[in-house]
């Protein structure tokens, strides 16, 4: 029995030393480098930004919203085809 737990233990501390460290994430805006806290706002491009730069016009954001809405709305309205009607 205490082979087991020590065979345990010799495979936890292995996967332990196998794991990277945890990184902390970085909270600073990606504009100014400002640290913003919990007030940051994470914008859709990925990046994180104070309130002056949280505006896709205020730090040239890289997301394409045109596309996204034009996709948005294809898959949110789909063609309707109504059933030919048989004429007498």
């Not at 737990?5 to 990184?23: C, N």
């Not at 996204?68 to 030919?84: L, Q, S, Y």
């Amino acid at each position: 029995m205490s082979q087991d737990l020590k065979k345990v233990k010799q495979e936890d501390d292995q996967l332990k030393d196998s794991l990277p460290p945890a990184k902390r994430e970085v909270n600073r805006c990606s504009g100014c480098r400002r640290k913003v806290g919990l007030t940051g706002f994470r914008c859709r491009c990925g990046e994180l930004f104070c309130g002056e730069h949280r505006y896709s016009d205020r730090h040239d954001c890289s997301y394409d919203y045109k596309t996204a809405g034009r996709e948005a709305i294809a898959r949110e309205n789909p063609v309707v085809k109504a059933a030919k009607i048989i004429k007498v």
